[in-house]
């Protein structure tokens, strides 16, 4: 059984930053990527940012210049740094874990931006 879990989440102003952290544990033997997913009230989830273990990363288009996700695949951390966030980034964010036989999901932090 895999475990991860968020942290990070707040309230802040738009414009402001904020730094998400994952933390994986449990029966992890390979890890194929890591990353992000937000859903706001009344939305679907959606992608925010991935990373592979090699390093290769995929963001959606609204958040890649604001947005960046680093990894420590010795730890089986993600992080993701938040940069000029605005209201619509407000949603609960997600990490999640692919170890390439299952998709593992933290319980989700909220990330609140005020106007």
């Known amino acids: 059984q895999v475990q991860l879990v968020e942290s990070g989440g707040g309230l802040v102003q738009a414009g402001g930053s904020l730094r998400l952290s994952c933390a994986a544990s449990?029966?992890?033997?390979?890890?194929?990527?890591m990353g992000w997913y937000r859903q706001a009230p009344g939305k679907l989830r959606e992608l925010v940012a991935t990373?592979?273990?090699?390093?290769?990363?995929n963001y959606a288009d609204s958040m890649k210049d604001r947005f960046t996700i680093s990894t420590d695949n010795t730890k089986n951390t993600v992080d993701l740094q938040m940069n000029s966030l605005k209201p619509e980034d407000t949603a609960v964010y997600y990490c999640?874990?692919?170890?390439?036989?299952?998709?593992?999901w933290g319980h989700g932090t909220q990330v609140t931006v005020s106007s």
């Open positions: 999640y874990l692919n170890d390439f036989k299952a998709l593992y």
């Open positions: 449990g029966s992890i033997s390979r890890v194929a990527a």
């Open positions: 990373i592979t273990s090699s390093g290769r990363t």
